[in-house]
């Protein structure tokens, strides 16, 4: 069956940084577009940003809040995709999930701290 296992996830300071992984198996890693969401306490899963199969060569989405600060990739040799982020504000605090179709993973903690 599918598994999508995220890691990386950690507390940090402001501005800092952190690169997310999400492991992939059970599927046609190639042919997955992969997406990062994340939710904060009390509020939606939003999608923060997705990254299309070799076969669309369509470039990366991110929420307008993450632009310019962070950034996915994927190395389908790997089965993974990656979140860089950088520039963390304490709003990015929230626990982020790998997605794809109706696959999740369990989810990585990011807590940005003053």
């Known amino acids: 069956q599918v598994q999508l296992v995220e890691s990386g996830g950690g507390l940090v300071h402001i501005g800092g940084s952190l690169r997310l992984s999400c492991a992939a198996s059970?599927?046609?890693?190639?042919?997955?577009?992969m997406s990062w969401y994340r939710q904060a306490p009390g509020k939606e899963r939003e999608s923060v940003a997705t990254?299309?199969?070799?076969?669309?060569?369509?470039?990366?989405d991110y929420a307008d809040s993450v632009k310019g600060r962070f950034a996915v990739s994927r190395d389908n040799d790997k089965n993974t995709v990656y979140l860089q982020m950088n520039s963390l504000k304490p709003e990015d605090s929230a626990v982020y999930y790998c997605?794809?179709?109706?696959?999740w993973g369990q989810g990585t903690q990011v807590t940005v701290s003053p």
């Open positions: 997605n794809t179709g109706h696959y």
């Open positions: 059970g599927l046609i890693f190639s042919s997955s577009t």
């Open positions: 990254v299309y199969n070799a076969y669309n060569t369509r470039a990366p």
